[in-house]
């Protein structure tokens, strides 16, 4: 079983379409569309629709517009909603 860590480095690496270790916008935006189309089912009480905007404003500590693997595993919690997503696809995949 991975450790949160890994799993979150894993997935990281899994976006960052040109493995220059930094996600952008629009590799956020192609990842987020290989994601279910539904609900998640873990995601917490009132988790709110953000746009691809809005969790690289929330993950971007350093303002370059871009969320690299330190704010990526730093930050990822300010995104409830895509934590849920990735931890059920994460199931999927799994075969869970």
Do not use: H
């Not at 997935?11 to 996600?23: A, M, P, R, T, V």
């Not at 569309?33 to 953000?50: D, I, V």
């Amino acid at each position: 079983m991975l450790k949160v860590k890994e799993w979150g480095e894993k997935i990281f690496n899994e976006f960052d379409s040109d493995s220059n270790g930094k996600l952008s916008n629009s590799e956020l935006t192609k990842a987020l569309q290989s994601l279910p189309r539904k609900k998640p089912k873990y995601a917490p009480p009132n988790t709110k629709f953000m746009t691809v905007d809005d969790m690289v404003s929330a993950m971007d500590a350093d303002g370059d517009g871009m969320v690299d693997l330190t704010e990526w595993l730093d930050s990822i919690s300010k995104c409830p909603g895509l934590c849920a997503a990735l931890y059920e696809k994460s199931l999927d995949d799994a075969g869970n």
